[in-house]
């Protein structure tokens, strides 16, 4: 009697194994919530402004950066540091988008 109780132990706990792994390999974008996403996008979009000029302070920007910039920083504040857990604003500022040119 042990025995069958101890392998359907052992089967449950192999079958939430694999649905696990099975849920992480259908999930491409390791798994973030939509409010993630969001921020993940906002976070890609700062950094590119800050690489564009990156030897100058915020108020020597033209109009149009300097205006984006502060919008987007207020949205990082606001929507993404202010809800999110620490842990996944470092995991978003980690994953920024490096790889671009500066003339994009």
């Not at 025995?3 to 390999?25: E, N, R, Y």
């Not at 929507?79 to 999110?84: F, S, Y």
Request: one cysteine or more.
């Amino acid at each position: 009697m042990a025995s069958i109780i101890f392998l359907a132990i052992g089967i449950a706990i192999a079958t939430a194994l694999m649905a696990s792994a099975v849920i992480q390999f259908l999930t491409p974008d390791g798994g973030l919530s939509p409010l993630e996403k969001n921020c993940q996008q906002i976070a890609n979009e700062g950094y590119r402004i800050h690489a564009t000029y990156p030897d100058s302070n915020p108020d020597e920007l033209p109009n149009d950066d300097f205006d984006r910039l502060m919008y987007l920083d207020k949205l990082w504040i606001t929507e993404c540091v202010n809800v999110l857990p620490a842990e996944s604003v470092f995991s978003i500022v980690n994953n920024v988008e490096r790889d671009f040119s500066y003339g994009e």
